[in-house]
């Protein structure tokens, strides 16, 4: 069993910056496929970036260039760095993560086996 903890989301205005962590409980998870995904008001759950070990990572088209995603292995941590942000970032987001291996842990069809509850982020114009 794997636990996910979220934290650093909040609320900022657009243009504004927030660093979302996920930490993973248990034994390294340095070769896991982990990732964010994001469930926006009235909308369906989207997957937001992706990363399989320290290797391949993916971004949804509404991300890229403004969105990074990174790993620290020795803390187990997962991060999402995000700038630029516009009120249609606005979503609750879920860190996910399982062994899935290349190509469907940065694929479009990844559906991770754990995943975290949630924490909020709020932009505002």
């Known amino acids: 069993q794997v636990q996910l903890v979220e934290s650093g989301g909040g609320s900022v205005q657009a243009g504004g910056s927030l660093r979302l962590s996920c930490v993973a409980s248990g034994t390294d998870k340095s070769n896991y496929c982990m990732g964010w995904f994001r469930q926006g008001p009235g909308k369906a759950r989207e997957r937001v970036a992706a990363i399989r070990g320290d290797g391949p990572r993916s971004y949804a088209d509404s991300v890229k260039g403004r969105f990074t995603i990174s790993k620290d292995n020795t803390k187990n941590t997962l991060y999402l760095q995000m700038n630029s942000l516009k009120p249609e970032d606005t979503a609750m987001y879920y860190c996910?993560?399982?062994?899935?291996?290349?190509?469907?842990?940065?694929?479009?069809?990844?559906?991770?086996?754990?995943w975290g509850q949630g924490t909020q982020v709020t932009v505002s114009s």
């Open positions: 996910a993560a399982d062994r899935s291996s290349q190509p469907v842990c940065t694929g479009v069809l990844w559906a991770p086996a754990y």
